[in-house]
C-alpha cells in the first residue's frame, strides 16, 4: 500500500504563498490520478486540483489561477503551489492517490496522507 506524507503547511498572511509536498512510496507514475483536497473546520472535504498520469490538470474555480499541481515522477513527489493566499484558503490539505479515472471528488481516491494545515491571516 503505498503511503503519502505531506509537508509545507504553515502559516501566512493574505497575498503569500506557499507550496506544499507529497512525498509518496512509490512511483508516481503507477496512479492514473493524484489530487490535493483541503477542509476547513465544519466544512466537507474540497477538491482543490488533481493530476492524471500523463500530467493533464483541473481546479476548483476557488483556486484556478492562484493555485498550480505538479509532480515529479523521478521524485515521486505530488506539489501545489499556492499563490496569493486568502484567509478563505485556511484549511487542513491532503494529497491523495487513485487507481481509476478521477476528477475532484474525493470518492475516486483510494490512499490519502494525514494532512497539513495551512493558515492564512488577513
Known amino acids: 500500500q503505498v503511503q503519502l506524507v505531506e509537508s509545507g503547511g504553515g502559516s501566512v498572511q493574505t497575498g503569500g504563498s506557499l507550496r506544499l509536498s507529497c512525498a509518496a512510496s512509490?512511483?508516481?507514475?503507477?496512479?492514473?490520478?493524484w489530487g490535493w483536497f483541503r477542509q476547513a473546520p465544519g466544512k466537507e472535504r474540497e477538491g482543490v486540483a488533481r493530476i492524471t498520469r500523463n500530467g493533464g490538470t483541473d481546479y476548483s474555480a476557488s483556486v484556478k489561477g492562484r493555485f498550480t499541481i505538479s509532480k515529479d515522477n523521478a521524485k515521486n513527489t505530488l506539489i501545489l503551489q499556492m499563490n496569493r493566499l486568502t484567509p478563505e484558503d485556511t484549511a487542513m490539505y491532503y494529497c491523495a492517490a487513485a487507481s481509476v479515472i478521477c476528477g475532484l471528488s474525493s470518492s475516486r481516491y483510494d490512499v490519502w496522507g494525514q494532512g497539513t494545515q495551512v493558515t492564512v491571516s488577513s
Open positions: 512509490e512511483n508516481t507514475y503507477n496512479r492514473f490520478c
